[in-house]
């Protein structure tokens, strides 16, 4: 836990030094790497990570040591800035991934990378977990003296750990790092320097206790303002056969030192960390095929969670079950009855269904159950809640994830905060009077609570605050109090992405779907409402069409990198699906997340499962398959955690 002198230091504009400290050790948080990756330390480093020779000699000397080509798949762990893989992607290299724990430092990647036209998917990430497939990498780099920071060394095995996992089998992990041996030996215990003309740093050093880590101190000061920052960090120092001994113990083979590395200056005065690093590569552990699913002996059994075709459905056409449903069930059915690997039994009583679920064995739960538990779309997160509390696995979005998703204004915060663009929005509350409104026109209108474009049908897009006014009373007239969100109408073309699988073990993206609104009648607005989807008689449902995105490999891959973030920061699992659409200018904006999407043989998921070359039966196999591994990896993570419990409590007695 951050000591309070440590959170005081780094909180305002200028702070109050600590003064002279006798324990550096002492001062030092946990977990220091959370906060100091910031525009202070681009400013205080520079002089090394800021210039563009030092990045371009290490990746000379990295591709040297590797052979590595321009069509491999790389990751750049700890990537920072990302100056690495984006001296790659200058060089024609096509396959790169940055990741880094640092909002501050992957947004500026991002920025960079567009101002330079280059494609590198950039992510937030914590190297201890990487969040991408198994065996996808041909090589994952650690340079820039980015490995050693966890106060464990157990932290640093679980590093390499993922690594490995992410590598194919002969791929090469690159660690460029402190000679360990050397800094012991020559670290400065205290330096300054300028850092620009108006501001200098004071560094203060020490070995720690035991002798493993070098603590650094850095007291950043303004000629006018005073003291800046004054903060706290620290770095294993690992030998040449220290970090063999490591890699060898996560069954990385074939390491080799390719000489060392020498930071250039143009201050020419405290390198630090960066005066004298190794550069060292080894080979990926051997791996063996895994099968696509979980071993068993029999199939799965699997309970299928329906909509209540017994109650009303205010959603429905009619307000109840309709023929197509009824056909989309049969089909559904149809599909799964093709996958030998499950045995499965429907259940859409209502009334009955918790004793329905207690009186048999359940393997895993399919929860196809959107229309909410009881036909009410406000307990669709309910339907979660109540496999949990009966201790059964299932597919999709847990409660949490569903309430947040259900709140169209929340969705949008968190894409805001995670640099997905959004529309321009007015949130709308019951009592606000009509002063309040935007005016900004052509806007269009839409329930902030809800999901199926209830409430967003053609007469929803407005060209004038009279208008606005009239649907607005329509809304609260239909829907009561529910909040109201006034939003910017986009005109650009309209795209969905789906993901399936996990982060833990890799989102796969399906092909990006676009909407084709060219059939609609030229006075209808090109919108996908509740007509679209309700409605068999209307032009939206027999005029609009789909096919596959056309657009640039680039900003494609941009909505995927937008839609995994959301997918992992609001928690989604298994399958889950993004839609956007750019504006008059072709900003790509996002529209709407929908965990546990439509799984009809009709809807978006399963039209993009078939451009990947799907049936509606593997799109099916997917989402359970993905279920079933996930609930599989935290059974076994459980058994482990119980087994070091026990171990623990064993040692202890003795």
């Known amino acids: 836990m951050k000591s309070p002198h440590a959170r005081r230091a780094r909180a305002g504009a200028a702070r109050q030094s600590l003064g002279p400290i006798s324990d550096l050790e002492s001062h030092l948080p946990a977990e220091w790497w959370r906060e100091i990756f910031d525009s202070l330390y681009l400013k205080t480093d520079s002089d090394v990570v800021e210039d563009d020779r ?8 990295v591709i040297q040591a590797t052979g590595m080509e321009p069509d491999a798949h790389i990751l750049d762990l700890c990537c920072g ?6 001296d790659l992607a200058r060089r024609g290299f096509r396959h790169l991934t940055g990741v880094d724990r640092s909002r501050y430092l992957i947004r500026l990647a991002r ?9 590198v998917a950039f992510k937030e990430g914590d190297a201890r977990s990487v969040r991408l497939p198994e065996a996808s990498q041909d090589y994952v780099m650690v340079l820039g003296n980015s ?53 200098f740093v004071c560094r203060e050093r020490t070995l720690s206790a035991d002798g493993d880590r070098l603590i650094s101190r850095e007291v950043i000061v303004h000629d006018e303002r005073g003291v800046i920052a004054d903060q706290f960090y620290a770095e294993r120092l690992y030998s040449r056969d220290s970090i063999t001994r490591l890699l060898r113990g996560a069954d990385f083979r074939e390491v080799r030192l390719h000489g060392s590395l020498e930071a250039q200056s ?23 095929a895994r099968l696509a699913r979980p071993a068993r002996r029999g199939p799965m059994d699997v309970a299928v969670l329906l909509g209540d075709p017994r109650l009303p459905d205010a959603v429905k056409r009619g307000g109840e079950f309709n023929d197509e449903d009824f056909d989309t069930v049969r089909r559904l059915k149809e599909a799964l009855a093709e996958l030998p690997q499950y ?45 949990e509390a009966l201790n059964l696995p299932y597919t999709g979005a847990g409660p949490a994830c569903l309430g947040i998703c259900y709140d169209k204004a929340l969705v949008r915060a968190v894409a805001l905060g995670l640099d997905v663009p959004v529309p321009m929005e007015t949130y709308v509350a019951s009592g606000d009077r009509s002063a309040t409104l935007p005016a900004t026109f052509p806007a269009i209108l839409k329930p902030n609570f809800g999901d199926s474009s209830i409430g967003i049908t053609k007469d929803a897009v407005v060209n004038d605050k009279i208008g606005l006014i009239e649907y607005l009373e329509r809304l609260r007239t239909q829907w009561g109090d529910r909040p109201v969100l006034v939003q910017e109408y986009l005109t650009g073309a309209e795209y969905t992405v789906g993901l399936m699988g996990n982060p833990a073990g890799g989102l796969e993206p399906l092909p990006l779907l676009e909407v084709d609104f060219s059939g609609l009648p030229d006075d209808l607005p090109r919108i996908l409402g509740y007509e679209s989807k309700w409605e068999p008689d209307s032009p939206y449902w027999t005029n609009i069409r789909y096919r596959k995105a056309n657009l640039p490999e680039l900003d494609q891959r941009r909505l995927v990198d937008h839609s995994s ?3 992992e920061r609001l928690g989604c699992r298994d399958y889950a699906r993004f839609d956007f659409r750019a504006d008059a200018n072709g900003v790509v904006k996002l529209l709407e997340v929908n965990p546990n999407p439509g799984w009809c043989w009709d809807g978006k998921m399963n039209l993009m499962a078939e451009l990947a070359g799907w049936s509606y039966a593997d799109f099916l196999l997917r ?13 076994t993570m459980a058994a482990v955690d119980e087994a070091i419990r026990v171990q623990g409590e064993n040692v202890a007695a003795g």
């Open 54 to 61: 030092n990045t371009a000699h290490e990746i000379d000397q």
């Open 81 to 86: 800035q990302g100056r690495h893989v984006l």
């Open 111 to 119: 920025r960079r990378a567009r101002a330079g036209g280059v494609n």
């Open 147 to 199: 490995f050693g920071y966890f106060a464990s060394e157990k932290d640093d095995a679980q590093v390499l750990a993922a690594i490995a996992r992410v590598l194919k089998s002969h791929g090469q992990i690159v660690l460029d790092l402190t000679d360990g041996q050397w800094m012991r030996e020559h670290f400065d215990p205290r330096s300054w320097e300028w850092i620009d003309e108006h501001q």
């Open 266 to 288: 143009d201050r020419g005065q405290d390198l630090g960390m960066m005066a004298r690093r190794m550069l060292l590569t080894a080979r990926a552990p051997e791996k063996t």
């Open 343 to 387: 045995r499965f039994r429907f259940h859409d009583n209502h009334a009955t269904l918790v004793r329905d679920l207690q009186a048999e064995k359940t393997d895993l739960v399919l929860n196809l159950c959107d229309e909410g538990f009881n036909n009410d779309a406000f307990q669709e997160l309910h339907v979660p809640a109540l496999l």
């Open 565 to 567: 973030r959301l997918f």
């Open 623 to 635: 989402l359970l398959d993905s279920a079933a591994e996930r609930h599989q990896a935290a059974a």
